[in-house]
């Protein structure tokens, strides 16, 4: 495995996060922390940098998952996480290079009014409590108040070339845009299930090579085999002759554990194998039944707002392209 995958999943473990499939804290040898992944005009982006952004990301990723990833998933993940953090902080020294190419200029009681407002907010205005977490951060007044000053900076910019007009959207454009959204905006309606279950051990397999088989049924799944074939194969409950099928479950059905999973997934979604005491259950959705989806009138205003961010978000993102053709920007592996 590439060294700096092993030294990332280590951030797991940093934040305190358990996750399914068996990932546990990772030992490493000693990696390089802190080398310059980018730089941008003359200036520096670093790893400890990137990692920072990977780590919020990765606990709000691991919490939609409700912990049920696999070290495969959890390595594809933290790669395109980390891409897209070095991506974000690319345009942020694009921004804050051209702010000064301007001129720009922030003036302290700006500055002040911003911390003043962090502080209200997210210590109820207590400087001694917000001083006592800068410490445990590593942080001084000085940087924090430096942070602050780069993201007026970036937001003034922002906005500048976002605008705020009102932008109009046409009946077809929010026809597709409807299409697109309206699933998001369904009522649950009640899971249509498949289960397989297996016994963490037998006669003769070894409750070790009964998780292989329980990870290999579950590989085979998701390139396409048939769960049914496998479920009347290797299944051992009442639903194997029925290819595991489970039926359609409200949510006092099962027990809470299955049912939690169970509603997690996407129509065609393949749970990883779960712990269930003596046995191993896979589970698999085919989606639901009694879902009702609002109709176009009902989401026209949403479907409204979400056409006018996408466009101001085009042209953010043209805004950004056109300053990176102009940069100075070097990426390093």
């Known amino acids: 495995m590439d060294p700096r995958i092993i030294r990332r999943l280590a951030l797991f473990s940093l934040a305190g996060l358990v996750l ?112 006592a977490e800068l410490k445990k951060s590593g942080m001084t007044i000085a940087q924090f108040r430096d942070v602050q000053k780069d993201q007026i900076a970036i937001n003034a910019l922002r906005q500048q070339h976002v605008g705020d007009e009102i932008i109009p959207n046409t009946p077809w454009e929010k026809r597709r845009k409807y299409n697109e959204i309206k699933d998001e905006f369904a009522s649950e309606g009640k899971v249509k299930l498949r289960l397989i279950s297996l016994p963490k051990q037998t006669p003769d397999s070894t409750p070790e090579q009964q998780k292989q088989l329980a990870d290999s049924l579950r590989s085979r799944l998701q390139s396409g085999a048939s769960f049914s074939a496998l479920a009347t194969e290797y299944s051992s409950d009442s639903f194997a002759s029925k290819g595991g099928y489970v039926g359609v479950i409200g949510k006092n059905t099962l027990n809470p554990r299955l049912t939690q999973v169970a509603y997690s997934l996407p129509s065609g979604g393949i749970s990883p194998a779960i712990d269930g005491g003596p046995v191993w259950w896979i589970l698999k959705s085919e989606g639901r039944v009694g879902q009702t989806v609002p109709s176009f009138e009902e989401l026209e205003d949403e479907v409204d707002k979400r056409l006018t961010i996408d466009k101001r978000q085009d042209k953010l993102d043209n805004w950004l392209k056109k300053l990176r053709r102009q940069a100075n920007v070097r990426i390093y592996d």
């Open 20 to 131: 399914a499939g068996g990932i546990t804290p990772v030992n490493a040898e000693p990696q390089v922390l802190n080398a310059i992944r980018a730089v941008v005009n003359g200036r520096p982006i670093t790893q400890m940098e990137v990692d920072g952004a990977v780590q919020t990301q990765l606990q709000i990723w691991i919490m939609e998952n409700k912990g049920m990833v696999t070290r495969a998933q959890a390595q594809s993940e933290v790669k395109k996480l980390e891409e897209r953090a070095l991506e974000d902080l690319i345009d942020r020294k694009l921004i804050l290079s051209e702010f000064t190419r301007m001129g720009g200029q922030i003036k302290d009681q700006h500055i002040d009014a911003t911390v003043t407002r962090f502080v209200q907010t997210r210590f109820e205005g207590d400087r001694e409590k917000f001083a």
